[in-house]
């Protein structure tokens, strides 16, 4: 409670889209802040700490989501999941199976 | 995408015998072989691939479930089969629980919106309690081809 939530629009990059390894990656670090997370796919919410619940956003190359935080490190959570989804996974080389 | 587009029907197990991950791996992949999805000679090469990715980080994501996956030059769509192990298995899940529900997929290089429309269906239909409950309950092949279909045709989730 009290806490705004706050939101950020990012892409898929990697062509192999938010896969197996990718969302147990990103599900990880969602968890890792107290926030709640929720991850949005043309109107589809799901709970950005469940790699069952981001598996089901189908999230190919050049999917736009929407990454909501509510929480005390709101802030913190988006720029690492940011980071990790428009960064980290499109870089192939480390996630590529 | 459905089950029945990817699933190997001859090749469903209801009664895994392994009790370990690489072997409940070849079981699987032996299966596909042996209903004719993957070719005998490709078997080794594929289980040596999922093995791989396995390294990388388990595939079992939790509730009971793992997706043993690879890409593989040889198939030219996306295949699959479903195995269910009555006692469950250590599969070094992400959540530390054994493993009972089995979906191996092997897709082609080059198709990676097939691979995550497989990985979508499977995590959507498992969300479901009592699809989850009536997978790890069934005793044959027939039941869980059944089950698939019922899934397939949006009886467990809208």
């Known amino acids: 409670m009290g806490h705004e939530t706050v939101t950020r629009q990012v892409t898929v990059r990697s062509s192999n889209g938010l896969h197996a390894r990718p969302a147990d990656l990103f599900a990880r670090q969602a968890g890792k802040f ?26 190919t190359q050049g999917t736009l989501l929407t990454l909501e935080a509510t929480g005390p490190d709101a802030e913190a959570a988006l720029e690492a999941l940011a980071r990790l989804i428009e960064i980290d996974l499109a870089n192939e080389e480390m996630i590529d199976h | ?31 596909l072989a042996a209903a004719g999805a993957i070719g ?5 090469g594929i289980v040596k691939a999922i093995m791989k990715r396995e390294e990388l980080g388990s595939t079992g994501i939790g509730r009971g479930v793992a997706v043993p996956h690879t890409k593989h030059p040889s198939v030219d769509r996306l295949v699959g089969t479903v195995g269910v192990s009555a006692e469950g298995l250590d599969f070094n899940s992400l959540d530390g629980e054994k493993v009972q529900l089995f979906f191996l997929l092997i897709s082609p290089p080059d198709r990676p919106g097939d691979h995550l429309r497989a990985l979508e269906n499977i995590s959507r239909q498992l969300r479901d309690d009592t699809f989850c409950r009536f997978l790890k309950q069934s005793k044959t092949p027939e039941d869980i081809w059944q089950l698939l279909a019922e899934a397939d045709n949006n009886q467990f989730v809208s």
Do not use: C, N, Q
């Open chain 1, 34 to 59: 107290e926030s709640k997370i929720v991850v949005v796919k043309e109107g589809v919410r799901v709970d950005g700490k469940s790699i069952l619940d981001v598996l089901t956003l189908a999230a």
């Open chain 2, 1 to 31: 995408m459905k089950f029945a587009d990817f699933v190997s029907e001859g090749a469903i197990r209801a009664d895994l015998s392994a009790t370990d991950k690489p072997s409940v791996i070849r079981e699987l992949t032996a299966a």
């Open chain 2, 40 to 44: 005998a000679d490709d078997m080794e």
